[in-house]
């Protein structure tokens, strides 16, 4: 396995439901983000972890859950959701997380379905 | 609020045509980043500035970054049926530590 891998790839899901997106990369990057990107808007920033500690929570609602048990693994628990929150759930990684000089590296992303 | 405007939305191209897009935003930047998505893929990185006035090349890709610092622009030379993408920019704010991304421009190509 090379690069940033997500699973599951589609997952469709009732609002009552709990389940759980996973992202693991294989890069030995230090900081792991997650992206909620709807259609004909810009990536939406959700969370940053560096060295396994949360940096950045971007206003999101309680009903997203990240979990970075270490630099190599990033999870996010989805409990309750709306039919808002369909979209396309992208885990990234950089080398650490200063903005400046560093570029992300994308997952295939989670494609979510709440019905 | 919108702090990147890419344009265009969506371009229409027969093969072989060039194809020009840009973005441009009020606040300056210290880094460019420009990058492409697949149908059904995440985003994958084609091009990163770091300078003012840097040009880079990346096959029959070339990016700018503009001498104000404020925007960036992504030719494709040549397209080809494999160009058929989203193509996103994405830089970051000077001082303010982020990293914002652009709308995407859609590129369809007529063979």
């Known amino acids: 396995e090379t690069g940033v891998t997500q699973t599951p790839r589609h997952l469709v899901m009732g609002m009552t439901n709990k389940k759980s997106l996973k992202c693991e990369q294989h890069?030995?990057?230090?900081?792991m983000y997650w992206y909620k990107q709807s259609a004909k808007k810009p990536l939406e920033l959700m969370f940053v972890?560096?060295?396994?500690?949360?940096?950045e929570n971007n206003s999101v609602p309680s009903r997203f859950s990240p979990e970075c048990p270490n630099s190599s693994h990033l999870f996010l628990h989805l409990h309750t959701l709306q039919p808002e929150d369909s979209a396309l759930y992208l885990c990234?990684?950089?080398?650490?997380?200063?903005?400046?000089?560093?570029?992300?590296?994308f997952g295939a992303g989670s494609r979510l379905t709440v019905l | 609020g919108q702090q990147l405007n890419q344009s265009p939305q969506s371009m229409f191209i027969q093969e072989g045509e060039d194809v020009s897009m840009n973005c441009t935003s009020s606040?300056?930047?210290?880094?460019w980043l420009w990058y492409k998505q697949d149908p059904g893929e995440g985003p994958v990185l084609l091009i990163a500035?770091?300078?003012?006035?840097e040009l880079t090349s990346n096959g029959r890709l070339t990016a700018q970054f503009g001498i104000t610092r404020k925007d960036s622009f992504l030719n494709i030379s040549a397209s080809i049926p494999s160009d058929v993408g989203i193509y996103f920019c994405?830089?970051?704010?000077?001082?303010?530590?982020?990293?914002?991304f652009g709308q995407g421009t859609r590129l369809t190509i007529n063979p």
């Open positions: 500035l770091y300078k003012a006035g």
């Open positions: 990234a990684s950089s080398q650490d997380g200063a903005w400046g000089a560093n570029v992300l590296t």
């Open positions: 994405a830089g970051v704010i000077q001082g303010a530590q982020k990293l914002v």
């Open positions: 606040s300056i930047f210290n880094t």
């Open positions: 972890y560096n060295f396994k500690e949360q940096t």
């Open positions: 890069l030995g990057h230090n900081a």
